[in-house]
């Protein structure tokens, strides 16, 4: 009777340890997947982010505009880096649509759709959040950039602006000052023989003309009133002038703070459901 019974409890031993083993290992199997789940999540997370930044890039790098914002005591200071002619396109800008939507989706199993209707129609509009804009028409090859306020509260009181050619102007046309003007200006410009500095106030509600002239065609900065826009800026190249220009500026607002800035152009990203858009910003100078 004591064999039978030990033997009874060895069996019921024997199956109370099986049984808590499958237990452990269905459960260890269960958080094992769990886990492998939230990793493989954490990894299309940080490949999606990629996969964005990657074609926010690209898309940027076709265009011809970097930006720098920064505070600079009660002012912002906003620069632009251009140049002229223009070297963007249309054409390269749509095929990249093309590749970003079909190929390179495909090769990231994801969805991309890119808005650039608004950015290769031969005009790059760049928005920022207070009013302000900046203009690249580059639909006539040569290239204008147009800088003003579509906002009347936003008003700006002075302009920086550097120029470089490896032309060689043969003279220029300056504007008049007023030193009663609420614009202050300040201008650099160097080539391979000139350099030519100027500083001074001009009145933001007239159009006032700087002329750069070439053997070949002449570059031309308005400030002031341009295209019914006051306290605004042009600056435009004939395309028989040779050589590339870099075009630098700066605009100085009253503090701005939290001031955000992108391109009228968006991003639509889709992977495993989740949905992610995004405007185009430009790159940073």
Known sequence: MMKNSRGFVLAISVFLIVFFALLFTQEFLQKSQSIEGVFSENLELQKSSFVVGNVLFEAASLLNTKVRASDEGVLTAI??????????????ILDFKSFAE?????QNNCSIFLDVARISDGKAE???????QHDFDYSEGDGRIDFFSASPQ???SRIDLNIA???S???????QWNPLGNLQVNIYYKDSAVTVKAAGRLDSS???SYYFNYSRGSLRVFAGLVNGKSSALRI???SDVNNATQVRFTAFIPLQKDLNYYYDSSLKYEQLGSVYGTKLAPLKD
């Open 79 to 92: 620069a632009f880096s251009d140049a002229l002619p223009s070297n963007v396109s249309s054409q390269a």
């Open 102 to 106: 079909s190929d390179f989706a495909r």
């Open 126 to 132: 760049l928005v920022f959040s207070n009013g302000l």
């Open 154 to 156: 936003v008003k700006v």
């Open 165 to 167: 050619s490896l032309d």
């Open 169 to 175: 102007i043969v003279d220029f046309n300056a504007w």
């Open 206 to 208: 007239v159009l006032n």
């Open 236 to 238: 435009e190249q004939d």
